[in-house]
C-alpha cells in the first residue's frame, strides 16, 4: 500500500511546503525509524553460505533496468518536444544490451547475481510477466489520477493526492483476504476473478474518461485497487510455490525487482502519454489544456485496459498449463 499512499502524501506536504521538502522529510524517517526498526528486528534464523558478488553482472543489471526506464522517459520528452530521440534511442540499446548480458553471463557464471533457470518454465515465466505488467497500472495509476485531477479538473494538490486514498487503503485491507480465498479455493478463481474486478475500474474510466469528475475518478479506481489487492500478490505466491524451494531467494529477487520496474515503467510511460496528449495545446490551465489532458487520460486508461487484458491472458495459459501437467 505504501506506493499507492505516496501521492496523497506528496499532495499532502506540497500543498503547504516546497515540494524538494518531499525528499528532505524521508531522510528522519528513515534514520530515525525504519534504520534503529530494522537492525532490531531484521535477523538471520539460517546459516549464511560464502558467495562471491559479481560486480559485472551488478553494474549489468543497475545499468538494464535504468536504461529501459530511461527509454520509456526520453522517449516521451522527444515526442512531446518534436525533437530527435538519440538519447531514448541510447536508453533502449544500453538498456537491452546490459539486460541480456546479463542473462548470457548467468548462465555461464558458476556464482551467479541470481540464478535465471527457473524462468525456464513457462507456467513462471507466465506469472512474472503478468506480475511485471500488472504494477504498470498499478502504480501508474497514482500518476495519472493526481496530474487528471489538477490539470483537467482544477483540483489542487491536497485533493488530487487525496483521491488516491480510498483505493489505496483497500489494498492494505484486502490482500489478507485475497490470501485466505487463495488458500481456500486455489490459485485459478481468486487471481481470475479478483483481475476480472479490477479491469472494470479503468474500462468504466475509459467510458467517462470526457465527463470525469472528481468523486467519479476516485470510485473508480476505487473499483481497480480492491481487485488488483486481492489478487497481486496471490501471483508471487504462486509463481513460487511452483519452483525448487533452493530457488526461492532468486524467484522472491526477480519478482520484486519486476514490481519495482513495473512501477517505474508505468510512471514514465503514462507521463509520456500526457505529454504527448498535451503538446501544442496552449499554457497550463487554459480550457484547451484541460481539454488535452483529458484526452490524453482517455489514452491512459485504453493502455491500462489493454495491459490488464494481456496479464490475464497470460494467467490464463499458466494455469492451462497447470492443468495439463495435473
Known sequence: VAPAIGPTVGGAVSSILPWRAIFVIVIPVVLLISLPVGLKCV??????????????????????????????????????????????????????GSLLFFGWSSRRS?????????????????HLIAYMLLPIVGIGFGYVITNLAQLSLGTNAFLAGALVLPGALI????????????????????ILGAFSLAICGPILLLVFSMRLTAG?????????????????????????????PQFTPDGNAVFNTCLQFGGAAGTALFSTVLSVAQAGAG??????FRHATAVGGSWTFAIMIMIVAV????LASAFRIAAKRE
Do not use: K
Not at 558458476?110 to 507466465?126: A, C, E, K, Q
Open 110 to 126: 558458476f556464482s551467479p547475481l541470481i540464478r535465471l533457470g527457473w524462468l525456464r518454465d513457462p507456467m513462471v515465466l507466465l
Open 43 to 96: 535477523e538471520q534464523h539460517r546459516p549464511t553460505e560464502d558467495v562471491h558478488l559479481n560486480p559485472l553482472q551488478f553494474v549489468s543489471i543497475v545499468l538494464a533496468l535504468c536504461g529501459l526506464v530511461m527509454f520509456l522517459n526520453q522517449a516521451g520528452v522527444a515526442i512531446s518536444a518534436a525533437v530527435s530521440g538519440g538519447s531514448a534511442v541510447a536508453s533502449l540499446v544500453i538498456g537491452l
Open 283 to 288: 499554457r497550463e490551465g487554459s480550457a484547451s
Open 171 to 190: 489494498g492494505a485491507f484486502f490482500a489478507p483476504i485475497g490470501g485466505t480465498l487463495y488458500d481456500r479455493f486455489g490459485p485459478v478463481r481468486p
Open 311 to 314: 496479464a490475464i491472458c497470460c
Open 216 to 244: 467519479s475518478l476516485a470510485g473508480f479506481y476505487f473499483i481497480f485497487g480492491l481487485g488488483y489487492s486481492l489478487g497481486c500478490s496471490n501471483i508471487m505466491t504462486n509463481a513460487l510455490h511452483n519452483i525448487a
